[in-house]
């Protein structure tokens, strides 16, 4: 049973940075692909990034390409999202979500993702 928690989320102002994390456990014989997705307030759950296992694949919506980074501490056990250049419509609750898959292997779509975190809040002020 794969766990998941999220750290980082916080109340920021347009064009700031922060770094969003994700702990994972209890994955001892298994690889899974880790991505990030996000809910803002009457929408639906959009995917935001997805990195391998490895950490070799990454891939980013065209929403946050070149603001926002996904990557994988493989020491640590943790995913971290680095998000720049910070817009009010990035406000929203943050989730990490894993797959198990193969470890070169990214997934971008949503059903594959078994595993999901509670949750960051991220908000962004005009």
């Known amino acids: 049973q794969v766990t998941l928690v999220e750290s980082g989320g916080a109340l920021v102002q347009t064009g700031g940075s922060l770094r969003l994390s994700c702990q994972v456990s209890?994955?001892?014989?298994?690889?899974?692909?880790m991505a990030w997705f996000r809910q803002a307030p009457g929408k639906e759950r959009e995917f935001v990034a997805a990195?391998?296992?490895?950490?070799?694949?990454?891939y980013y919506a065209g929403s946050v390409k070149g603001r926002f980074t996904i990557s994988r501490d493989s020491a640590k056990n943790t995913v971290h999202l680095q998000m720049n250049s910070l817009k009010p419509e990035d406000t929203a609750v943050y989730y990490c979500?894993?797959?198990?898959?193969?470890?070169?292997?990214?997934?971008?779509?949503?059903?594959?993702?078994?595993?999901w975190g509670q949750g960051t809040q991220l908000t962004v002020s005009a």
């Open positions: 979500a894993a797959a198990e898959a193969p470890p070169t292997i990214l997934i971008v779509a949503t059903l594959p993702y078994k595993y």
């Open positions: 209890g994955h001892t014989f298994s690889t899974y692909a």
């Open positions: 990195t391998s296992w490895s950490g070799g694949s990454t």
